[in-house]
């Protein structure tokens, strides 16, 4: 069994972390706890409209009657769906067109102004054209956020890509190494950390995509109960919903931090 021969200023230096990151979480609980308590008794004393802002036990309520009827599990499944297949087709586009534009610097010259161009254009302004052809549902949703998603992630991907030590790139040329060999022993292992990030981003995008979607085109979904909250002025709805879609999206967001722990750990970071 392999033992860590650590010093004893190293082991002090972990366990100082380790309660620097106890910390941490426990005043995040803390916090969120005492938000929601401020929240409750604010509506019960009266301070807080409770028909503009609704309330914990309100929201409780509403989602216990969600559950019962099996609409919760229902919109935030059709939701999720959404989000994680935009999540992984924009992600996987996205770095595949960074890899093309990497590699071609010629071909990543004459792209360039397109892509900038699609990046400042509102994909809210294209709506009625994704409707038009992919019609009214799950299709037209993951594709407005697939478009919201992919240009972001090419982009930052390539600049992380573009950003590489280029004195090992040309050390590695200078050993007579070629555009793939540079880029998959030098460029891709130098980029992790800026990918994990754009990951993280990529979070947050896709369900703005996914929601965003849904407002222009859907039967169901947590997106489908905001429209439908907001137009009866069922605000505990509405709250609601947005309670659920910060718990989905956090989830989604931790996955993703698990996934960089383990690729550090992997790499003995």
Same mark, same amino acid.
């Given at each position: 069994? #392999? ?8 082991? #002090? ?13 426990? &005043? ?15 509506a ?8 503009f ?26 939701t999720?769906?959404?989000t ?20 071609s610097?010629? &071909?990543?010259?004459y %792209? ?20 038009i ?5 799950? #299709? ?17 991907? &390539? ?7 280029? +004195? ?7 050993? @007579?190494? +070629? ?26 995008l ?18 489908? &109960?905001?429209?439908? @909250? ?17 718990? %989905? ?8 931090? %698990? %996934?960089? #722990? ?5 790499? @003995?970071?």
């Amino acid at each position: 069994m #392999k033992k860590n021969n650590y010093s004893a200023e190293h082991k #002090k230096f972990l366990t100082i972390n380790r309660l620097k990151t106890s910390s941490i979480i426990i &005043l995040q609980i803390i916090t969120l706890i005492l938000f929601f308590v401020i929240w409750e008794v604010g509506a019960k004393t009266g301070f807080i409209d409770v028909f503009f802002f609704s309330s914990p036990s309100r929201i409780w309520d509403t989602l216990k009657q969600l559950y019962s009827t099996g609409e919760l599990f229902m919109h935030a499944f059709i939701t999720l769906k959404e989000t994680l297949y935009a999540f992984a087709l924009a992600t996987g586009i996205g770095i595949a067109l960074a890899i093309v534009l990497w590699l071609s610097e010629y &071909l990543r010259k004459y %792209l360039e102004p397109f892509i900038v161009t699609l990046n400042s254009l509102p994909k809210i302004a294209l709506g009625p054209i994704i409707i038009i052809w992919m019609g009214v549902g799950s #299709k037209a949703i993951i594709t407005m956020a697939i478009l919201i998603v992919v240009i972001v992630t090419t982009l930052n991907v &390539l600049t992380a890509f573009l950003n590489t030590d280029k +004195n090992l790139i040309n050390l590695l040329k200078s050993l @007579g190494a +070629n555009r793939f060999q540079i880029f998959f022993k030098v460029v891709l292992p130098a980029s992790i950390p800026d990918l994990i990030s754009t990951l993280k981003v990529n979070v947050g995008l896709s369900w703005i995509g996914s929601i965003m979607g849904e407002y222009l085109a859907c039967k169901a979904g947590i997106g489908y &109960l905001l429209i439908y @909250g907001g137009q009866v002025f069922n605000l505990d709805l509405v709250m609601t919903s947005v309670v659920i879609l910060c718990t %989905l999206a956090a989830g989604m967001y931790f996955a993703v931090a %698990l %996934l960089e #722990k383990f690729i550090r750990k992997s790499r @003995g970071q």
